[in-house]
């Protein structure tokens, strides 16, 4: 709305003609996303302790994990509205590309909103029926992916990281894809979420090297110079991303460890929903495997938990997600936080020098 309201003001004072700059309004929709986590945050915490709206935790994990029931979830709360406002007040309304990732990230939300809340109200771990959950995530991939497809110059084809030369049109296959990296990228981050800032400390690290790509693929020169797709108009999409790192800093404010509030599913599936879709529209898609390589490691573990049990009744790690795994081999909560962060930052890296390997 403000690049609405003061950017055709440039013809009167030249001060506002920063306002058609993506990387101004980028930076002050983080800086934005920050100050509404710092004064929404502490109110939120304190109305969410009112209703007694605790964590409830499973009493087959690790034993350490009893002391935090009890302790505010449903944060995603915050989360939303400080990517959500930011972006509705900086970005270019006219363009379709924010208002699909709004869509995605609010559908998402609302869906583990209603998860958290039958955990609260029945007192334990188990919310919406898994594949309701599932059902209702595929049926939004798929919507939102058919509006991609039906986007004017939006491509279908698939670019390959290290590949020059290699980025097959796979026409309506697409919408198979664009399902799995949605759904995928939700569930994934839902999985991270199981310590204090582990999930929302790579979301943020994700979130910005996403700024980065949205920005380059929207810019004709650049894309054609580092021989990436060029989506027209995509850039703006920076503005959402700038959003994502803000509401991430100041979520990370509250739920660093020892956390005073968790994000619950209301958050976490809404951040991996926003990240997977922000890859189908820069056209990265492939790339999140790297970029948002500390999730695919969580539900990896998770897979090979499952079947190793069912086909030989035996388990590969002590726990599963794995960052259980290291905690019941006797690692401090923040040493695997800030160690899973450190790996996260890595890949951040060399998803980033991608753009010359090729």
Not at 275 to 285: F, P, R, S, Y
Not at 289 to 314: C, D, H, N, P, W
Not at 327 to 344: C, M, Q, T, Y
């Amino acid at each position: 709305m403000l690049y609405h309201f003061l950017y055709p003001l440039h013809t009167h004072f030249t001060v506002f003609n920063v306002f058609r700059y993506i990387t101004f309004r980028c930076i002050y929709a983080t800086i934005t996303a920050l100050i509404i986590s710092f004064i929404a945050g502490p109110y939120l915490i304190r109305r969410l302790k009112v209703h007694q709206i605790g964590q409830a935790i499973r009493k087959d994990g690790p034993a350490s994990h009893l002391k935090k029931e009890g302790t505010p979830t449903m944060g995603g709360v915050l989360i939303l509205i400080s990517i959500i406002v930011p972006t509705l007040l900086w970005a270019d309304l006219a363009n379709l590309y924010i208002w699909i990732a709004i869509f995605v990230t609010s559908c998402f939300g609302l869906l583990g909103f209603a998860d958290d809340y039958l955990k609260v109200s029945r007192r334990n771990a188990k919310g919406i029926q898994a594949r309701m959950k599932l059902l209702v995530q595929f049926i939004v991939a798929a919507i939102c992916t058919l509006a991609l497809m039906k986007m004017p110059g939006f491509p279908t084809t698939v670019v390959f990281p290290f590949f020059k030369h290699f980025s097959p049109d796979i026409g309506g296959f697409y919408l198979i894809l664009g399902i799995l990296v949605i759904v995928g990228t939700s569930n994934a981050v839902n999985l991270t979420d199981g310590l204090d800032g582990l999930a929302i400390g790579p979301t943020m690290i994700s979130a910005a090297t996403y700024t980065l790509f949205a920005y380059l693929a929207g810019h004709a020169i650049i894309s054609r110079y580092l021989n990436i797709p060029y989506v027209k108009g995509v850039g703006e999409l920076s503005i959402f991303c700038g959003s994502m790192v803000g509401a991430s800093m100041g979520f990370l404010w509250f739920n660093t460890y020892p956390a005073q509030v968790f994000m619950g599913d209301t958050g976490s599936l809404s951040l991996g929903g926003a990240l997977g879709m922000v890859a189908l529209i820069t056209k990265q898609e492939l790339l999140l495997i790297i970029v948002g390589g500390l999730f695919v490691i969580e539900t990896l573990s998770v897979i090979i938990q499952v079947a190793s049990y069912k086909l030989t009744r035996k388990r590969v790690f002590k726990m599963a997600p794995i960052h259980h795994h290291y905690e019941l081999k006797g690692w401090a909560e923040p040493k695997i936080i800030v160690r899973f962060w450190i790996i996260s930052i890595l890949l951040g890296l060399i998803a980033i020098s991608t753009l010359k390997i090729r």
